[in-house]
C-alpha cells in the first residue's frame, strides 16, 4: 500500500510542481494571452495534484492527511516529482529561479511532459483504482489542450525568426537528457502496474519519441541526444532546485499553520 501512495504523490506531485513553475509567468508573461495561457495551465495542473492529494489522503485513512499538508508540509526528499519539472526557465550553466526566464526553455518543457502525459492519463483512465480513473479521464482534457498549446508555439520558435530558432533549440539540447527519467524504472510504478492500478509509462517510448521528432523536425528543429546522467526525481534525490521551490511555495503555509481562508 505504501508503494502505491508513493505512486499516486509521484503523479499529483509531477502535477503540483510544474504547476508552480508555470505560474511563475502569471503577470510576465511575454504577451497577455500567454500570460493567461500559462496561468490556465497552471491552474490546471494544480487541481489535478489537488485531487491526487485527496485521493492519497482518503487511501491512508489516517485521520491527518490531506491535500494541504501532502502540499505544503513535506520537505524535498519526500517529493517525488521528476527533476525536469523542478528545473527553472533556463539554460543557463548555473540557472536560478530568480534568474531572467526563457520562454523557450518553458514550452519545450511543457511539450515534452504533456507529450507523455497524454499517453499516461489516457491508459489511467481505464485504471482498476475507479478513483485515479476518473482523476485521470477529467486530466485528460486538460493536457489535450497543454499539449497543443506547447506543440504550436514550438512550430511558431523553431520556424520563427533566427532568434526564437536558436533559442527553443537551445531549450530542448538542455532538457532533452532529463526526459531519461520517465524511461526508468521504480519500486512504486512496478507495484502500480502489477495490480492493474497504474501504467508501465516505457510501453510510451517510441510513441513519444516519434511524436517529439515529428515536431521538431516540422519546427526545423533537430532531435537532440538524451544521454548523460540520468535523474532520479521520482525517487526523491532532487537538483537544487526543489529546495528554493518548495521555500517559497510553502513559506506562507508553514509560517500560519494554522490559518484558515
Known amino acids: 500500500m505504501a508503494a502505491y501512495q508513493d505512486y499516486l504523490l509521484h503523479l499529483a506531485d509531477n502535477a503540483l510542481i510544474l504547476g508552480q513553475r508555470n505560474a511563475e509567468w502569471c503577470g510576465h508573461g511575454p504577451i497577455l494571452e ?5 496561468a490556465n495551465n497552471s491552474l490546471d495542473l494544480i487541481g489535478q495534484a489537488r485531487l491526487l492529494y485527496q485521493h492519497v489522503a ?3 485513512n489516517d485521520g491527518k492527511s490531506n491535500e ?3 502540499a505544503y508540509y513535506r520537505d524535498v526528499p519526500e517529493f517525488k516529482n521528476y527533476t525536469l519539472l523542478e528545473l527553472p526557465h533556463s539554460t543557463a550553466i548555473l540557472p536560478t529561479s530568480r534568474g531572467d526566464r526563457d520562454y523557450a ?3 519545450a518543457r511543457n511539450f515534452l511532459y504533456s507529450a507523455l502525459m497524454v499517453q499516461v492519463w489516457a491508459k489511467l483512465a481505464e485504471s482498476t483504482d475507479k478513483q485515479l480513473a476518473a482523476i485521470a479521464s477529467k486530466s485528460l482534457k486538460e ?3 497543454h499539449l497543443r498549446h506547447a506543440h504550436d508555439w514550438v512550430l511558431r520558435m523553431g520556424d520563427g525568426t533566427d532568434i526564437s530558432h536558436v533559442r527553443v533549440q537551445a531549450a530542448f539540447d538542455y532538457l532533452m537528457p532529463f526526459t531519461q527519467e520517465f524511461w526508468t524504472p521504480s519500486a512504486m510504478e512496478a507495484v502500480a502496474v502489477k495490480t ?3 501504467v508501465d509509462v516505457t510501453v510510451f517510448k517510441s510513441e513519444w519519441e516519434a511524436m517529439v521528432s515529428d515536431t ?6 533537430k532531435v537532440s ?3 548523460g546522467f540520468i535523474t532520479t526525481g521520482k525517487h526523491g534525490v532532487h537538483s537544487e532546485h526543489l529546495g528554493f521551490l518548495l521555500s517559497e511555495m510553502q513559506s506562507l503555509a508553514r509560517a500560519h499553520p494554522e490559518a484558515v481562508w
Open 58 to 60: 482518503a487511501v491512508r
Open 196 to 198: 492493474g492500478a497504474g
Open 105 to 107: 526553455v518553458t514550452i
Open 216 to 221: 521538431l523536425q516540422a519546427a526545423t528543429l
Open 68 to 70: 494541504d499538508l501532502l
Open 143 to 145: 493536457v489535450q489542450y
Open 34 to 38: 500567454e500570460d493567461l495561457a500559462l
Open 225 to 227: 541526444p538524451s544521454t
